[in-house]
């Protein structure tokens, strides 16, 4: 069994993610006092209702129960009969995800896998890359609809090419590619994770079907509730909001973060509605004020799963 010490989030191989994430941290609490004024920027909240801020907190709650539930479903039936300890593992994979540097928050999937169902991390590593495969189709679905609302022609053209590029892509791969990829001398490495893919990939149509169902509601719930907290915050239309919201989604997916997320929510926020002609000082007060709605709900549902009891498998069970 490897050493757990080669895992702890403070090891001197992500010392340098640390340190860059902190000075993004630094950067983007003197960039908004500068710009806007952290005062200016709380003041927003005076504007919220709690008949929007809890149905918007309820919405986020519902997200992460199907997060949890898509999980649960993936895994079947290795995970049948324990979806509240999928609910901690993935509640708080989500809260370190919102609030670790440089995309380190991902590394604790495979690590819980392994420490409450006794997965081992190739596998806990796999069943990951399904969960963002979903998540990005889905997120490329709604920017698709969300851009042909404001650029129709632009969309329609964008969604042809890509269509063919895939087209092209998989023609390739079925006539020379998947032989060309066998016989090369890096295949030997990575086959075991192709393996790997194929034995934790959904193992019928009907539970593909669930899974992209489950994806697509809890993006569904999510977006509802940050558009609540955005249009209360600041005047704007659905689709307006959607676009921010959309924006500042998709920065998970970009390498470089500050310490929780700062920097790069609030900077792909501004550039989804950037295209639309909407940037402001008020805009960039908003992505910061929607950005701490996200980091408050995260930590308060951390906190409450965070006592969740899990029988922890023994020794014996744990494999590499």
């Known amino acids: ?21 902190i000075l993004i941290f630094i950067a983007m609490l003197v960039t908004v006092e500068y710009i806007v004024g952290w005062t200016a920027v709380f003041a927003q909240w005076k504007t919220m209702p709690l008949s929007t801020l809890i149905p918007a907190l309820i919405l986020f709650a519902a997200s992460y129960l199907l997060r949890a539930w898509r999980i649960y479903d993936l895994c079947q039936p290795d995970l049948k009969g324990r979806f509240i300890s999928v609910l901690k593992l993935s509640v708080l994979h989500l809260y370190a995800n919102n609030m670790l540097p440089m995309r380190l928050g991902e590394g604790l999937f495979p690590i819980l896998m392994k420490r409450y169902f006794a997965v081992g991390f190739a596998e806990g590593f ?14 490329g679905a709604l920017v698709a609809v969300t851009f042909s609302y404001f650029f129709p022609l632009f ?98 997916i970009l390498p470089i973060h500050g310490v929780a997320g700062s920097g790069s929510f609030e900077a792909a926020f501004m550039a989804g509605l950037a295209p639309i002609g909407l940037l402001s000082t008020e805009v960039l007060g908003l992505a910061v004020n929607l950005h701490l709605f996200i980091l408050g709900a995260t930590s308060l549902f951390a906190l409450l799963c965070f006592w969740i009891p899990v029988a922890k498998p023994t020794r014996e069970d744990i494999s590499i």
Request: include cysteine.
């Open 1 to 21: 069994m490897q050493n757990a010490t080669q895992y702890k989030l403070f090891s001197k191989r992500k010392l340098l993610p640390w340190t860059v994430g």
């Open 126 to 139: 796999a069943r990951l890359i399904w969960l963002r495969v979903l998540d990005l189709i889905i997120a």
């Open 155 to 252: 969309s329609l053209l964008a969604v042809v090419l890509g269509t063919l590029f895939i087209l092209l892509l998989y023609a390739l791969y079925r006539t020379k590619g998947r032989q060309w990829l066998i016989q090369h001398s890096f295949y030997p490495k990575i086959e075991p994770m192709i393996s790997q893919l194929k034995n934790t990939a959904p193992q019928s149509r009907r539970q593909l079907f669930r899974v992209i169902i489950w994806t697509f509601l809890s993006w569904g719930c999510k977006l509802a509730s940050l558009i609540m907290i955005t249009r209360a915050l600041q005047s704007l239309s659905v689709f307006e909001a959607l676009a921010g919201v959309l924006g500042a989604e998709l920065s998970s």
